[in-house]
């Protein structure tokens, strides 16, 4: 979160990876991993972890948290 605040986008997405491999799963790493990921400017990457977060949470918060941010993003729900 260090990093997201300081504007390191790249050393974000880097950092929720990792708490992802530790185990933290939560709706909040994915969304946080896919916000850093979009503002490093990679569009695509973002987009990779929202649908994956749409998948996991699937009938959840996270399913719909994800697919608001899929349409912000200009993309579509799912994998194309």
Same mark, same amino acid.
């Given at each position: 979160v260090r %990093?997201?605040?300081s504007r390191a986008y790249a050393d974000a997405a880097k950092h929720f990876e990792?708490?992802?491999a530790l !185990?933290? #799963?939560s709706p909040d790493c994915y969304e946080q991993m896919a916000k850093s990921y979009?503002? %490093?400017g990679n569009r695509n990457e973002a987009i990779r972890v929202?649908?994956?977060?749409e998948e996991i949470f699937r009938g !959840?918060? #996270?399913e719909?948290?994800?697919r608001e941010?899929?349409?912000g993003l200009g993309a579509s729900s799912g994998p194309t």
């Open positions: %990093a997201y605040s990792n708490a992802l !185990g933290n #799963g979009a503002a %490093a929202y649908r994956q977060m !959840g918060g #996270g719909h948290l994800a941010a899929l349409k």
